[in-house]
């Protein structure tokens, strides 16, 4: 197998006019999950970071122990569950406050 032509989406810390930043976050699940995933995130992030104009470029969850698994969506801002059996998205207004998600946010 062959892979296709490689673009380059998004670049970011090659000179220190645009960083690049790394951040491992923990923090509770959403405790009445919204179809279609949690909107604002980017926002969230970058109260918490104290970095006002970040771009969130993607996020790695690193959590191994939960049943579900959160994958951010760029295009529409909003951090998404997903059932880690099946790969089926959470259904509608699913608890999952009692599991703490770490998550590598990348961004510039």
């Keep these: 197998m062959a892979l296709g032509t490689i673009t380059v989406a ?3 810390g090659d000179k ?3 960083p690049m930043y790394n951040q491992i976050l923990n923090f ?3 405790a009445d999950y919204p179809t279609g995933g949690t909107p604002g995130f980017e926002a969230l ?3 918490k970071t104290g970095k006002a104009s970040i771009d969130i470029v993607g996020a790695t969850d690193l959590t191994c122990d939960a049943t579900h698994k959160l994958e951010y969506c760029r295009a529409t801002d ?3 569950a997903f059932v880690r059996a ?3 998205e959470a259904a509608a207004h699913v608890d ?3 599991v ?3 998550l590598n946010v990348v961004s510039i």
Excluded: I, Y
């Design 10 to 12: 998004v670049q970011g």
């Design 16 to 18: 220190p006019s645009t």
């Design 28 to 30: 509770a699940g959403d």
């Design 45 to 47: 992030v970058r109260a």
């Design 78 to 80: 909003k951090l998404m």
């Design 86 to 88: 099946t790969g089926v």
């Design 96 to 98: 999952m406050h009692g």
């Design 100 to 102: 703490t998600f770490t």
